[in-house]
T-cell receptor
Framework: DGGITQSPKYLFRKEGQNVTLSCEQNLNHDAMYWYRQDPGQGLRLIYYSQIVNDFQKGDIAEGYSVSREKKESFPLTVTSAQKNPTAFYLC????????????FGPGTRLTVT | AQSVSQHNHHVILSEAASLELGCNYSYGGTVNLFWYVQYPGQHLQLLLKYFSGDPLVKGIKGFEAEFIKSKFSFNLRKPSVQWSDTAEYFCAVADSGGYNKLIFGAGTRLAVHP
């Protein structure tokens, strides 16, 4: 089945620790995205990547980092510098042909205490 | 910067009631518009999209949306809701700056009571 997988579904960390969220897609999409979803705020873009080895900051990139070494994978690291990391994180992918339609993974709920 | 406004954060309806969820966007040029839905415990999925042509767009599960350029609106409608329509609905506009970026509204949480 083609799709996007995110792991784990739930993640718990202590304050001050970095944590990496996994996102893998087998849709052969060039572009991948990370969003943060908070109640009442919709989806806010953290980072996006249009092609392997290239990525750009989104609207709320502070305290986050990404890499794009493979087409299929776009891991997100939540660093200790992120002031309010507890949230639901969504990964998405799309083609680069201008259709703009994004396909989403199931999400990872991160809780930092 | 472009933005998307969804007027209702929470909507509660009884089954068979009609639904209209408001969405307004800020960009005045050519727009690509989307409605996504997130059912409880499921992936965010595309409900319908508008790129050009007929401003009345039909989507999955009986939903439709009307693009009204003069009002900068793209409201979502369904004539008769079901309990299974309970979900969160997000309106989105493609960023005019390109890069396939989408700008999402804050979402509307719909609860349908039997």
């Amino acid at each position: 089945d083609g799709g996007i997988t995110q792991s784990p579904k739930y993640l718990f960390r202590k304050e001050g620790q970095n944590v990496t969220l996994s996102c893998e897609q087998n849709l052969n999409h060039d572009a991948m995205y990370w969003y943060r979803q908070d109640p009442g705020q919709g989806l806010r873009l953290i980072y996006y990547s249009q092609i392997v080895n290239d990525f750009q900051k989104g609207d709320i990139a502070e305290g986050y980092s990404v890499s794009r070494e493979k087409k299929e994978s776009f891991p997100l690291t939540v660093t200790s510098a992120q002031k309010n990391p507890t949230a639901f994180y969504l990964c998405a992918s799309s083609t680069n042909t201008g259709s703009y339609e994004q396909y989403f993974g199931p999400g990872t709920r991160l809780t930092v205490t | 910067a472009q933005s998307v406004s969804q007027h209702n954060h929470h909507v509660i309806l009884s089954e068979a009631a009609s639904l209209e969820l408001g969405c307004n966007y800020s960009y005045g040029g050519t727009v690509n518009l989307f409605w996504y839905v997130q059912y409880p415990g499921q992936h965010l999925q595309l409900l319908l999209k508008y790129f050009s042509g007929d401003p009345l767009v039909k989507g999955i599960k009986g939903f439709e949306a009307e693009f009204i350029k003069s009002k900068f609106s793209f409201n979502l409608r369904k004539p008769s809701v079901q309990w299974s329509d309970t979900a969160e609905y997000f309106c989105a506009v493609a960023d005019s700056g390109g890069y396939n970026k989408l700008i999402f509204g804050a979402g509307t949480r719909l609860a349908v009571h039997p």
